[in-house]
């Protein structure tokens, strides 16, 4: 055999080399006996207070699986831990960090940020080097219609948040006695991907029901102010305010409509506890209605917690605060991720994608069962009123623990 040709074979075996490592599915980054996860959150930025409940919730499920014991793949068990950056709450830099856990840490199982925005920033770069994420804090609808296959979403989509407040709307107006169709809505929403979902939704229920949107108003990204659109609704009178700017929006609408004497019969909105309304603004908070993902309050159970209140115990006991519904579905993302590891019982990438997307488990948090787009469609949302300074499930009927109070008192009446 002549050298030239020797060479030629030498290079092809070389490049055929190459071709199968870059074509063989990536496996887990294991530390001995650690498995590493991968997370960009905001720390700093306007998430930062989601953020904070994001890896609250991440970190007590990690430090619960591993006093049980850890994770078991294939013969033997792993603890596990987190490696996090701060993505600043843009989906930029969201974007670059999963791009650095990827291919700079080596990193191949990762959850989701906080927020949809952050989450379409990463999407894109999780699918292109075929690492599944598991997330519970990015609702936007428009995640789920790309054809994305490592994306699996714990929560209910953001279209269906406030929804049911409109159906809320409708039932009480039938027992009064009056026509659906002669409600009035006002709808004043953060210009973000999550926002505009909530209001596609309400918009698509208020045409079902045949209701009148009187207002229907972007609110800006650095929200400070709703005075403009409070005093319309002042002016128009609708029959219920929709609300949607997450924590901030939140905190906004219940202070000022109390400063401002807004009388309506119905405020809906999002982030309540988030935000800590109760807290800061007490009584004035009462009779909101308030969207959620979930509550202690439900009857959902699984190995690792116990009953949705036994989390929310444990989770007050560890940092001081009763769990916002953000903080739960985070936790609950790491624990479907390690039953699909244990399920799948190997760190291949492409098994473990399909395991996950095999899931049918009852978590604390709900069930989970991933459609074909990566959407969990066994948990709805759940609307609680602000009772008394208690938050009270008293929507969809077959959750409710009380009835609304509607129409909301009027301030003079308080």
């Known amino acids: 055999m002549s050298r030239k040709l020797r060479v030629l074979i030498g290079l092809l075996v070389a490049i055929a080399a190459v071709g199968f490592v870059l074509a063989s599915p990536a496996v887990a980054k294991v530390e001995g006996d650690t498995i590493v996860f991968g997370a960009a959150v905001s720390f700093t930025g306007k998430y930062s207070t989601n953020g904070k409940h994001t890896k609250n919730g991440y970190e007590l499920a990690v430090k619960r699986l591993n006093e049980m014991g850890g994770v078991k793949v294939g013969n033997k068990t792993y603890k596990i831990k987190i490696k996090y950056y701060d993505d600043e709450s843009t989906a930029a830099r969201a974007g670059q960090l999963a791009e650095r856990l990827i291919k700079q ?78 409600a009035k809505v006002a709808i004043a929403v953060e210009n973000d991907p999550f926002s505009m979902d909530i209001r596609a939704g309400v918009l698509d229920d208020a045409r079902r029901w045949g209701m009148k949107v009187v207002i229907d108003d972007k609110l800006p990204r650095e929200l400070t102010d709703m005075t403009a659109t409070l005093t319309k609704v002042k002016a128009l009178r609708p029959d219920a305010l929709i609300v949607s700017g997450h924590s901030k929006g939140a905190a906004l609408a219940v202070r000022q409509t109390a400063q401002m004497k807004v009388d ?52 007050e006991k560890e940092y001081g605060y009763v769990p916002p519904y953000q903080a739960a579905e985070s936790t609950a993302s790491v624990l479907v991720y390690v039953d699909a590891l244990q399920r799948a019982g190997t760190f291949d990438t492409e098994k473990v994608r399909d395991a996950i997307a095999a899931t049918k488990l009852e978590t604390f948090y709900g069930w989970v069962d991933f459609d074909d787009t990566g959407k969990n469609i066994a948990k709805p949302m759940v609307l609680r009123q602000i009772q008394k300074g208690k938050y009270v499930p008293v929507a969809p009927s077959k959750f409710a623990a009380g009835n609304v109070i509607f129409p909301r008192p009027k301030w003079r009446d308080r």
């Not at 940020?113 to 699918?127: F, H, Q």
């Not at 999002?270 to 009857?299: P, R």
């Open 264 to 315: 309506v019969p119905m405020l809906a909105i999002t982030h309540c506890e988030a935000a800590d309304v109760i807290g800061k603004f007490g009584g004035d908070a009462n009779y909101t209605l308030c969207a959620t993902q979930w509550a202690e309050t439900m009857t959902y159970r699984d190995k690792w917690f116990g009953f949705a209140g036994d989390y929310a115990k444990r989770f």
């Open 105 to 182: 840490d080596k990193i191949k199982f990762i959850l989701g940020p906080y927020g949809s925005g952050p989450t379409k920033g990463i999407a894109p770069i999780t699918e292109k080097y075929k690492i599944p994420m598991v997330e519970g804090n990015g609702a936007s609808r428009s995640l789920f219609n790309k054809g994305y296959r490592y994306l699996f979403a714990v929560l209910s989509t953001s279209e269906q948040y406030l929804a049911e407040s409109i159906n809320l709307l409708a039932e009480e107006f039938k027992k009064d006695g009056r026509d659906p169709k002669t």
